[in-house]
C-alpha cells in the first residue's frame, strides 16, 4: 500500500500541472478541430493497445468523411430546387 503512494502522487502533480496549463489557454486544444471522444484521448496517453487501433481507424474514417461527403453531396442547390 505505501509503496503506490510515490507514483499516485507523481499522477497527481503532472494532472495539476496540466489543468493549471489548460486554464491558460482560450479553448481546448482539441475542441472541434478533431472530435475524438475525451476518453480515447486519455486512453491514448496510458499506451493501451486497442486505444491506438481504435483511435487510427476513427481518424481514418473522419479524413474519409471529410474527403467524400463534399464530393457526393451537391454544396449548390439543383436547378429548379424549392428554397
Known sequence: ???TIPSLAGGVIVAAIGYRLSRLLPRPL???RLGLPRPAITSLTLGV???SL???TMLVGM???DRLIPRLIPTEPM???RP
Do not use: E, Y
Open 30 to 32: 482539441l475542441d472541434r
Open 1 to 3: 500500500m505505501l509503496s
Open 63 to 65: 479524413t474519409a468523411h
Open 79 to 81: 436547378k429548379g430546387a
Open 54 to 56: 481504435f483511435v487510427d
Open 49 to 51: 493497445g486497442p486505444v
